[in-house]
């Protein structure tokens, strides 16, 4: 799923409990490409220029000069992401729809690739500030970690017993093929009749009863970036009906809104619900 949204320009949220590998998995994605990487640790006390940068006065020379911040890189690991506060939570919000931010009157585009990899923790724990919904659309996934099994829980222990294996990994591919990749999936063919089946899934979710709020025409258009780069991570060049099946609960749970029921066990039941609605829509043929 991380590749996907990468080779489709999206971003990702990765919602797990602390410690079962969320920021190593952003890590690894990020080794595996030669390309810039950043990382901050979002707190109670980060500010918008913390993430965006700003001017610094110069007394030597008398005039001002910008300071980059994190954000100009190519991977950006936004770790516990809801310990911030709301305010500086919308500082991504430009960077992640346009590509873009804007400093102080001025618009400076940030390098391609770019894609947020953001960790969260749940609801429930202490110190958490909910994403507010116009951030949360801007996510083409929300995926969960989960606990691992007994093997690869032993198979972690083994293999860390001289240290953090990430820390090890090479680059296997560069900045410019990773752009090639991203133009590739917009080339991948998805039918007239996909469209309609994704549509009709999108359709339902504004529809149904138990939802106050369903996916936008932005949610429907990652959606179908999202398909077109899942049947590429597959060798593919045309989008098949399971695409769409697959990358459902990913794509729209985190962007509906369940009537009646609390933030923190909002994410169980907009699952489900859209579990629901795609086993309800008739599958094109």
């Given at each position: ?36 990487f950043s ?11 913390d ?28 770790d ?8 500086t ?10 590509h ?7 618009t ?22 909910p ?14 970690v ?27 591919i ?7 990749l ?25 529809e ?62 907009s ?15």
């Amino acid at each position: 799923m991380a590749v996907i949204a990468l080779v489709a320009e999206g971003h990702l949220l990765i919602e797990d409990a602390p410690g079962v590998g969320k920021t190593v998995l952003a890590k690894a994605l990020a080794k595996c490409l030669d390309c810039r990487f950043s990382r901050i640790q979002f707190t109670p006390d980060l500010l918008p220029s913390d993430i965006l940068g700003a001017s610094v006065f110069l007394p030597n020379l008398g005039e001002f000069e910008f300071r980059a911040g994190p954000i100009f890189t190519n991977i950006l690991l936004a770790d516990e992401i809801n310990r911030t506060t709301p305010r500086t939570q919308s500082a991504l919000l430009e960077a992640m729809s346009e590509h873009q931010v804007s400093i102080e009157g001025e618009t400076r585009r940030l390098a391609a690739p770019f894609l947020v990899l953001a960790t969260q923790n749940p609801l429930e724990f202490e110190g958490t500030y909910p994403l507010p919904e116009n951030q949360l659309d801007r996510f083409m996934m929300s995926i969960e970690v989960g606990y691992p099994s007994r093997e690869v829980e032993r198979e972690v222990l083994n293999t860390h017993r001289q240290g953090e294996p990430v820390d090890h990994l090479e680059s296997m591919i560069s900045i410019e093929d990773v752009v090639e990749l991203q133009r590739t999936v917009r080339e991948v063919r998805v039918d007239d009749a996909i469209n309609d089946y994704l549509l009709d899934i999108v359709a339902a979710t504004r529809e149904h009863d138990e939802l106050e709020l369903g996916v936008s025409t932005r949610g429907a258009l990652t959606y179908y970036r999202a398909v077109q780069g899942m049947a590429l991570a597959e060798g593919r060049d045309f989008a098949v009906p399971d695409d769409v099946k697959r990358l459902s609960v990913p794509v729209l749970s985190h962007r509906v809104m369940c009537r009646g029921v609390m933030r923190q066990g909002r994410r169980e039941r907009s699952q489900s619900i859209i579990r629901q609605i795609v086993n309800s829509v008739a599958v094109p043929q």
